[in-house]
């Protein structure tokens, strides 16, 4: 007998995010057309009510400013009702003073979260694992982060992972081990005799040596 059961692919790095539509605590959206030119950092936790997701949430939610100020989105997701959602945004409200004003997706029926590879097995099958997926406005998933149930994120490096990715992009650079901003990037290393030449000959990058050059931005 045949199964009915849609097959899902995990998301790749360089895939154009995989559509859907769904209902959020800030209302409907269909993925496609959210956050049109800008950059998306959507992230899963497990579930409402429980410890390490309130104080990841409240890390995004505090910091909202600094990713607005970097022309993205957040929009969160957990296999939990719109219901749960609410009340338990209006609990760490109350009771921390935090308040998450990111959409976060209701994904009771489980199909957001299997689109997007949250949901493994061995870690669990009814809470999606503490993913973020950083989104460029072009739609394209650029970057992926795994964390399992029990070890909460880095927001830092979320943050700076972000600003890296941007980075690289205006400036057409690569980004070394433990960059951050104002520090010094890796020149894209000569692909010809021709341009070995001129990167031997260049004297405004350091050079450990033609394949491996730094500057300052």
Known sequence: MESNEQ??????IGDIA???????????IKFSEFAKDKWIVMFSHPADFT??????????????????????????LSIDSIHSHLAWVNNVREK??????FPIIA???MHVSKLYGMLQPNESETAAVRAVFFIDPAKKIRLIM????????????IVRVLQALQFSDKH???????????????????????????RIADTTCEKIDFYLAKKTI
């Not at 097959?7 to 790749?12: D, F, G, L």
């Open 7 to 12: 097959v899902y692919a995990m998301p790749r």
């Open 146 to 157: 795994y964390y399992p149930l029990n070890v909460g994120r880095n927001m830092d490096e």
């Open 51 to 76: 410890p390490v997701c309130t104080t990841e949430m409240s890390g995004f939610a505090q910091r909202q400013d600094e990713f607005t100020a970097m022309n993205s989105e957040l929009i969160g």
């Open 107 to 109: 994904d009771l029926d």
């Open 172 to 198: 057409k650079v690569a980004i070394p081990l433990n960059w951050k901003p104002g520090d010094q990037v890796i020149v894209p290393p000569p692909k010809t005799l021709a341009e070995m030449d001129a």
């Open 18 to 28: 995989p559509d859907f539509e769904a209902v959020t605590t800030t209302g409907k």
């Open 96 to 101: 921390t003073g935090v308040y998450f004003q």
